[in-house]
T-cell receptor, first 114, second 114 residues
Framework: EAQVTQNPRYLITVTGKKLTVTCSQN?????MSWYRQDPGLGLRQIYY???????DKGDVPEGYKVSRKEKRNFPLILESPSPNQTSLYFC?????????????FGPGTRLLVL | AQSVAQPEDQVNVAEGNPLTVKCTYS??????LFWYVQYPNRGLQFLLK??????LVKGSYGFEAEFNKSQTSFHLKKPSALVSDSALYFC????????????FGRGTQLTVWP
């Protein structure tokens, strides 16, 4: 089944404790992206990647890191999480054959930073 | 800068009645517009998109949207609402020249009453 998977789905952590949220897609997509969803703010783009080893900042990249070492994976790293990073995070992918493209979203990761 | 406005946080409609979820956009150049839907505890799902051509776009689950360049709008419509249409709806915009960047609205919660 074609899908985008995220792990973990739920995470509670404490301020300053490094964490990684993984994202993987099995559709051989070139494009991947991370968003955060907050009430009243909708989805905001954090980082995106047009292809392997190519990443760019979105609207809210502060406090986040990403890497794209292989096509299928695009992990989101919070080096020193803070409470304002408590949010619902979504990973998405698309084929990369020609922008603009339909995005395929993962199920989301709900993060609570205490 | 690109932006999307969804002026209504909530839309309530009775089952069988027509529904409209509003979206206006601000973008320099030609816009590419999307509607996504989010069911509870799920990721976003693609509904429809406008890239070019006919201003009336038909999508999944009987939804359609009309691109109106003069009013910079892309309202989502359905002739007869179902209770199962109750969900959170997001409008999004991008441009061809801003590869990889996608801007979402705040979302509109649609509730269809039986």
């Amino acid at each position: 089944e074609a899908q985008v998977t995220q792990n973990p789905r739920y995470l509670i952590t404490v301020t300053g404790k490094k964490l990684t949220v993984t994202c993987s897609q099995n559709m051989n997509h070139e494009y991947m992206s991370w968003y955060r969803q907050d009430p009243g703010l909708g989805l905001r783009q954090i980082y995106y990647s047009m292809n392997v080893e190519v990443t760019d900042k979105g609207d809210v990249p502060e406090g986040y890191k990403v890497s794209r070492k292989e096509k299928r994976n695009f992990p989101l790293i919070l080096e020193s999480p803070s409470p304002n990073q408590t949010s619902l995070y979504f990973c998405a992918s698309s084929s990369g054959t020609g922008w603009p493209e339909t995005q395929y979203f993962g199920p989301g990761t709900r993060l609570l930073v205490l | 800068a690109q932006s999307v406005a969804q002026p209504e946080d909530q839309v309530n409609v009775a089952e069988g009645n027509p529904l409209t979820v509003k979206c206006t956009y601000s973008v320099s150049g030609n816009p590419y517009l999307f509607w996504y839907v989010q069911y509870p505890n799920r990721g976003l799902q693609f509904l429809l998109k406008y890239i070019t051509g006919d201003n009336l776009v038909k999508g999944s689950y009987g939804f359609e949207a009309e691109f109106n360049k003069s009013q910079t709008s892309f309202h989502l419509k359905k002739p007869s609402a179902l209770v199962s249409d109750s969900a959170l709806y997001f409008c999004a915009v991008t441009r061809g020249s801003t590869l990889g960047r996608l801007y979402f609205g705040r979302g509109t919660q649609l509730t269809v009453w039986p």
